[in-house]
């Protein structure tokens, strides 16, 4: 039985991080994108993204009212 | 003749491939719109996409609509920019006439008949000012927390009182039910008088002398019919419209301590 959890319990925990970690991620290039827009190709680059990657990332955040939500707080904090 | 014909299907060679040529030129120039964007703009156009899905889902619009929209837009390849875009004109639509059913949907259908941009976003407002469900209707398809919607459409004075300065073709003394209050920017909002009856220990009947007598200057003890301001006690908001059109709020208090 533990066996069986262990995993589960593992692959919950990997994902719901996964995800936070995503947000964490997107709000951290946001702020740079914001702060420097005219440097948003480069700030991409810096964070080893394509803006084909940024896009699919962002529809994925919107597509999740959790992490949209949570992507919207982080924007406003400072 | 043969000559004519001749000329005829000649012409008709030549303009074959210009009427074909024309039917996706709509669709092509916004996607030539598309092309012509910096990837820095691109970049920073998809950087609202979280935050227009998010003001869609707060002006009212169900999950699975917003999520079908997304789905629409990402199966279509429109840019996280255009996407977000979109949502923006559906939330400003949405918070304006309230929502629409299968905004997916309509959606999908749209972008499958080929509109981007301007287009697109032309066709969301229309829809919206068509279909959509009026404002601040009690039915849950309103924001739950009484926020959005409703709320951002009201003009003036919520209540209905007499300084509204509305005219008596705005509002007849047939306001009845919720459909009553969604034109008119009457919200959510609508509820604090009934809040504020409760308190005041008024029952619901109340509606009937408030509802119905006041707009045609009839005390209390008239027996109106209670007509239909619902059984919410919407009473109050009524009254005070009738107020408005007929310029007496002296009548107002006398409905008022009647119910009590």
Redesign the interface.
């Known amino acids: 039985m533990i066996r069986v959890l262990v995993p589960v319990f593992l692959a919950l925990v990997v994902a719901c991080g996964g995800s936070g970690g995503k947000v964490d991620q997107a709000v951290a290039i946001a702020k740079e994108l914001r702060a420097k827009p005219d440097e948003a190709e480069k700030i991409l680059g810096a964070h080893q993204m394509t803006t084909e990657q940024w896009e699919t990332l962002m529809y994925e955040i919107a597509d999740d009212p959790a992490m949209a939500e949570q992507f919207e707080a982080g924007l406003q904090k400072k | 003749m043969r000559t004519m014909i001749l000329h005829v299907f000649a012409i008709g060679l030549a303009a074959a491939p210009l009427a074909a040529h024309a039917a996706p030129a709509a669709g092509e120039a916004s996607e030539r719109a598309e092309d012509r964007r910096t ?2 703009e ?3 156009g ?2 609202a ?6 003001a869609l ?1 707060k002006a009212g619009v169900g ?1 699975g609509e917003v ?1 079908a929209g ?2 629409a837009a ?1 199966g279509k390849k429109l ?2 920019g255009d ?1 977000a875009s979109l ?1 923006d004109e559906a939330a400003k639509a949405t918070r304006d006439h309230g929502p629409v059913d299968n905004f997916g949907a309509f959606v999908q259908a749209k972008l499958d008949a080929g509109l981007r941009g301007r287009d697109l976003a032309a066709a969301i407002r229309e829809e919206h000012a068509a279909r959509g469900k009026g404002k601040g209707k009690s039915e849950g398809k309103g924001p739950p927390e009484g926020k959005g919607p409703a709320e951002a459409k009201i003009d003036g004075p919520p209540h209905g009182g007499p300084g509204e300065g509305k005219g008596p073709g705005e509002r007849g003394p047939d306001d009845k039910g919720p459909d009553a209050r969604g034109p008119e920017g009457k919200g959510p909002d609508d509820k604090g008088p009934q809040g504020k009856e409760a308190a005041e220990g008024k029952a619901p009947d109340d509606k009937g002398p408030n509802a119905a007598g006041a707009p045609e200057g009839k005390g209390p003890g008239d027996k109106e019919p209670p007509g239909k301001a619902g059984p919410e006690g919407k009473a109050a908001d009524e009254k005070g419209a009738a107020n408005a059109k007929n310029g007496k709020p002296n009548e107002k208090a006398k409905p008022e301590t009647a119910g009590k």
Do not use: C
């Open positions: 990837p820095n691109r970049i920073l998809a950087l996409l979280p935050l227009k899905a998010q889902r999950e999520k997304l789905t990402k840019a996280a996407a949502l």
